[in-house]
């Protein structure tokens, strides 16, 4: 097996958990279950995790890295505000409906957390990620001096958590695209609505990041 830095080894087993879990969940993968994915040996896996609770905080971790990176490629500087806002929500929802069992495992991350004992710090530490997540992509659009919004960065970044969080799980269940792409439509229309005064594309052109 040619070497690897832990790092980079880190990041394949972290992949391969992704993979393994969102296809047999998360109570039945184990980790000779991921090193096989990952074609190592065990020892390899416990070389780069010393517990549980650490591989699930990298797969935490990178899932949300997943749909932030495609989001943050979509809300490049456009005419307005509202398309900027809307690329991004447009975004997020091509890569749910391109990989919903990645976005079925984070609730099943969730719950797994909430109900191991000694684990529910990762659920938390899961929260507060998406939060922190929609605080940089609010960040980034956000630079120019036309750009002030009507409520606090940290409580549009927990309402942004919230929806999205909650209309993922509602098309997971449902299957409605269309009911799911008129709600982003109208949460678009409010977000934008949020910015108090200015000229929005002016704030758009003159992004931070």
Known sequence: MPRMPLAERRRQLTEAAIRAMARDGV?????????????????????????????????????????????????????????????????????????????????????????????????RRQHELYCAAYADLIGRVSGGPGFELSVPVPVLARYLAA???????????????????????MVTEHVSGLVRAGDPAEAVRTPTG
């Not at 184990?30 to 780069?48: K, Q």
């Not at 591989?55 to 943050?72: A, C, F, N, R």
């Not at 929806?163 to 792409?181: E, I, K, S």
Request: hydrophobic share 40%; aromatic share 10%; glycine share 4%.
């Open 27 to 123: 109570a039945r993968t184990t980790t000779r279950s991921i090193a096989a994915e990952a074609g190592v040996s065990l020892s390899v896996f416990h070389y780069c995790f010393d517990s549980k609770q650490a591989l699930l905080e990298s797969v935490i971790e990178t899932i949300t890295d997943h749909y932030l990176g495609v989001v943050k490629d979509a809300i490049r500087p456009r005419a307005t505000l509202h398309e900027t806002v809307r690329a991004g929500f447009r975004a997020y929802w091509d890569h749910v409906r391109a990989s919903p069992a990645e976005h079925m495992l984070t609730y099943e991350l969730t719950q797994y957390a909430l109900r191991q004992p000694g684990f529910e710090h990762l659920a």
């Open 163 to 185: 929806m999205t969080d909650g209309l993922t799980l509602n098309f997971l269940v449902l299957g409605d695209d269309r009911a799911a792409a008129e709600i982003l439509d």
